[in-house]
Each structure stands twice: as structure tokens, then as C-alpha cells.
């Protein structure tokens, strides 16, 4: 069972900076994919970036060009670095990782940590 557990949330005034952090259990060496999704109140959560075991990365229109998803295999972490950010940015931000098993492939989910964005 893996353990993903995200950091770096909290409040911060428009046009401001946060780094996210997902700390997984175990190697993600090997992970298909990881990705960060947000949930703002009353919305579906939606898929915010994601990067691919190769490195290739997608990111959903609206923070193209302001954020930046990376990730360090040495450390087990996954990063989602957020500049320039607005306040329709303030959601609760979750891990997710897209896992291999010997029969297919198995979702996890973080927690979540929520960002606030102030005017």
C-alpha cells in the first residue's frame, strides 16, 4: 500500500508563491504517473499537472506557464512549484499516483493540503 502525503499548503496573497510537496512510502521510480488535482468548493476536483515515469509533463490551461510539477526519484517526492498565483487558485490540492500491479494498475490518493489565495 503506498502512503502519499502532501506539505506546503497555506494562505498567500495574490500574485504570490508556494511549493507543494508529495512524499510517497515507497520508491516512485516506478510509478506510471503522478499528478496533482484540486477541489475548489461547490467544483469537481480537476487534474492540475501530471508528470510521467519518462518525464513528460501536462498541465490544464489555466496554470500553463505559472505552475511547474517536477519530481525527485532520489527522494520520493513529488513537487508542484505555484508562482503568480490567483485567487482562483485557493482549492484543496491532493497526490495522486498512478501505480503498476501484476494485474493492471492501482490509484492512490494524498490527503490534501489546502491553498488559499487571497485579493
Known amino acids: 500500500q503506498v502512503q502519499l502525503v502532501e506539505s506546503g499548503g497555506g494562505l498567500v496573497q495574490a500574485g504570490g508563491s508556494l511549493r507543494l510537496s508529495c512524499a510517497a512510502s515507497t520508491s516512485i521510480f516506478s510509478f506510471n504517473a503522478m499528478g496533482w488535482y484540486r477541489q475548489a468548493p461547490g467544483k469537481l476536483r480537476e487534474l492540475v499537472a501530471a508528470i510521467t515515469r519518462g518525464g513528460s509533463t501536462n498541465y490544464a490551461d489555466s496554470v500553463k506557464g505559472r505552475f511547474t510539477i517536477s519530481r525527485d526519484n532520489a527522494k520520493n517526492t513529488m513537487y508542484l512549484q505555484m508562482n503568480s498565483l490567483k485567487p482562483e487558485d485557493t482549492a484543496v490540492y491532493y497526490c495522486?499516483?498512478?501505480?503498476?500491479?501484476?494485474?493492471?494498475?492501482?490509484?492512490?490518493w494524498g490527503q490534501g493540503t489546502q491553498v488559499t489565495v487571497s485579493s
Open positions: 495522486h499516483a498512478d501505480v503498476p500491479l501484476l494485474w493492471g494498475t492501482q490509484d492512490y
